[in-house]
């Protein structure tokens, strides 16, 4: 399931979020792939590899919606996983950050009056065009003061509003209508102004409305006056490029902002907008660099969820969070107070990290922050074993402080505690870990806790090689990624015959395995193997296209690779088909010509796992024998002294190894360029009528 990153566009969809934003957390907002690392150490910060547990190496965007959800504020929905094997990357654990952001809901509803569907813009001051637009027409429809004529000429000018910057001409006030009408229709010259960004006219209109007798206007007007000033605000700390200068602002302004906020709650504690307007108060501290105040807001939102008041996003706020206070240059841990926010820095300054002027938090450091855990003395327990264990690599210490939870209220720091004293286990006595991995397995009843010690017990699967474990109809393992990654990373060559050839294992299965088997076989020459499997391909293996094939094939290991029909390299060097090729090499593996054919398939087809860029002569995937690289053929004959055709096309090759970028993609070490120029000299000297010697214009 992998994912483009879109966590900024679900913070801008909060209301909370008045303002086009660009994310300044660690994992938010940035538009790449990501690929899942299988191997959770715990400590090493990585946003594409999370797990539903309390843990430094974690987003912490992740640490706080688990922390939310324990609060009982966040209801986190079940991973959906990838469906097909081949393709597989995520499946439950780990998975994105942002995946389980989306996965997100809230468990306590928003006090805040919802916006249509089709509110989609990223800026919030165009979100509340159709909200907007619906709001006003009933208004005027039901308002007893506007004649129908008014009323039917007051609807359709509102409804010319349909885009936000679209320059909108402002309306005519006819001075015929009745006062009312001419209210609502200075109303209307308000917002155009707002959706056009003309913030100062704005605000005049809405101020001179926000004393008027209509009550919807009234009150409208004046939480317009909210939104207009936010936004005159924010843009005074913009620069020529979109970025934002916090120290722009003027004080003055945002003192403003927080007294025009502070009178509509005042003059409207149970209005209608009034969810919406205290969330506007967080906007203004961090516009003000009050982050103390903001802080408290924060808290005090997270510990009043029945408030009218209450206005949290759970999609939004662990982003908002991250970037407005662990984010902000005016950060100071002393700030910190509540268990919520400590716990998030705590385990973000238990990571590993070479940033410069980075400095863990220290034993000292955590033990002082005691007190501020007396309501959640369970959790302060965790992040001291945490910190023994990750920071002080004292697995016995860890595994004293942390004590048994059974409090089903806080059901990820129960994981949490479960999976590290897995961890400590595993230092402490790997025979001990591998069966307690196997009884929380047992017992896991959610799909994500079943996933997460799925991933725990791998590594004792992967030593032991335990085929079973990954095939049937009921597999220990059942997460397709994991199969995956045993399948196609960690099977040794008896492990994926012994897949090929069973009665448990399913299709998919059987066709990874056989692919897997035949394309490591052929990187590591152990032609006699292929040879023997190769009578296994499908008979249909050449409709097995990753790309541009059948559809019903798309998704499976790709066979069409191990089709190919052979090459002419010239009338005198003729190259067969791969099935005969390599039964040609399991004869005469040190053949010339074959091993240059061999070059000629591999450059063909190019597989992830046939290229070793270092010097090492096999690679980690326990597989035997010396991995093959067309470089190191074309230098033996090279090196030879008989002069032939077939070393001139060695020449030809082993220079174009670096064509066009100068980086070698022939899978031995590196040549230098001067070794490079003498290749280029003897294919120009000693074959100067070879149409390669003419071709060849640079040696890169």
């Known amino acids: 399931m992998t994912l483009k990153k879109t966590i900024l566009t679900t913070l801008l969809l909060s209301s909370i979020s008045p303002l086009l934003l660009l994310s300044h957390t ?16 715990g400590k090493s910060y990585d946003a594409c590899s999370n797990v539903p547990v309390l843990i430094p190496s974690n987003d912490n965007q992740v640490n706080m919606s688990l922390l939310l959800s324990d609060l009982g504020l966040a209801e986190l929905q079940p991973i959906k996983g990838d469906t097909d094997l081949w393709t597989s990357t995520y499946a439950q654990v780990p998975f994105e950050a942002d995946t389980l952001i989306q996965m997100s809901k809230n468990k306590v509803n928003n006090a805040r009056q919802p916006t249509d569907k089709s509110d989609d813009y990223l800026d919030e001051r165009c979100r509340t065009l159709a909200s907007g637009k619906s709001g006003f027409i009933q208004q005027v429809q039901n308002n007893k003061n506007i004649s129908s004529n008014e009323k039917q000429q007051l609807i359709s000018a509102r409804k010319k509003i349909t885009g936000c910057g679209e320059k909108i001409a402002l309306l005519a006030v006819n001075p015929q209508w009745s006062i009312t009408a001419r209210q609502y229709a200075s109303y209307l010259n308000a917002s155009i102004a707002f959706y056009n960004a003309n913030y100062a006219i704005a605000d005049k209109i809405y101020a001179v409305l926000s004393t008027v007798d209509d009550t919807w206007l009234k009150e409208t007007a004046q939480y317009m006056l909210i939104r207009t000033r936010l936004n ?39 209005g209608q907008y009034a969810a919406s307007a205290r969330g506007y108060l967080r906007r203004a501290f961090w516009l003000g660099g009050q982050q103390p105040a903001l802080i408290n807001e924060l808290v005090w939102q997270i510990q009043n969820p029945k408030s009218p008041y209450y206005n949290l996003d759970m999609q939004a706020l662990p ?72 920071l002080q690599n004292k697995p016995r210490e860890a595994l004293t402080v942390l004590t048994a939870l059974d409090n089903t209220k806080q059901p990820y720091l129960q994981l949490s505690q479960r999976f590290l004293k897995g961890k400590i286990l595993d230092q402490i006595s790997p025979t001990q870990a591998e069966t307690y991995w196997r009884e929380q397995l047992a017992q896991a009843k959610r799909s994500d806790a079943r996933g997460l010690f799925e991933l725990a017990l791998m590594p004792y699967l992967i030593k032991k090689q335990e085929v079973a474990a990954f095939i049937g109809k009921n597999p220990t393992i059942r997460q397709l990624n994991l199969q995956k990654n045993f399948i196609v990373d960690h099977a040794n060559p008896n492990a994926l015959q012994q897949m090929i050839k069973s009665n448990q294992a399913n299709n998919d299965q059987k066709q990874a395995a056989l692919f897997t088997l035949l394309s490591k076989s052929l990187t590591h020459q152990n032609y006699s193997l292929f ?29 069409s690779d191990l089709i190919w029909n052979g090459t002419t390299i010239s009338p005198q060097l003729k190259c067969p088909n791969l099935p005969t090729l390599t039964q040609q090499l399991e004869k005469s593996p040190k053949d010339p010509l074959l091993n240059v054919c061999m070059g000629e398939y591999n450059r063909a087809h190019h597989f992830g796992w046939q290229y070793d860029d270092s010097e090492s002569t096999t690679l980690n995937d326990h597989f035997e024998g010396p991995v093959f690289a067309r470089g190191n053929v074309y230098k033996s004959l090279i090196r030879s002294n008989q002069k032939s055709e077939l070393q001139a096309y060695a020449l030809y090759r082993a220079i174009m190894c670096y064509s066009p970028s100068g980086m070698n993609d022939c899978g031995d070490s590196e040549v230098a360029k001067p070794v490079r120029k003498q290749w280029y000299d003897q294919i120009k000297r000693d074959y100067p009528n070879t149409s390669w010697a003419k071709s060849l214009k640079y040696y890169w």
């Open 319 to 390: 982003a908002e969070i991250d970037r407005q206070i662990f984010g902000s240059s005016k950060f100071k841990a002393s700030h910190l107070s509540d268990p919520f926010f400590l716990a998030t820095y705590d385990l973000m300054m238990m990571r590993e990290s070479q940033s410069e002027g980075y400095k863990p938090i220290g034993w000292t450091q955590l033990t002082a922050q005691k007190n501020h855990f007396q309501q959640q003395p369970e959790l302060f327990q965790y992040l001291q074993a945490t910190h023994l264990l990750y």
């Open 531 to 559: 040879n023997q499997y190769y009578r296994e391909l499908p008979a249909d293996a050449a409709q097995y296209k990753s790309f541009d094939g059948i559809e019903k094939y798309k998704d499976k290991a790709p066979f």
């Open 232 to 270: 005159l605000v924010f843009s005074s700390g913009v620069g020529q490029y979109g970025d934002l200068d916090l120290s722009k602002i003027n004080p003055a302004d945002t003192q403003q902002l927080l007294g025009t906020i502070r009178n509509y709650l005042k003059m409207y504690p149970n």
């Open 26 to 41: 660690t994992h938010a907002g940035v538009d790449f792939t990501c690929s899942p690392n299988f191997n959770v150490d």
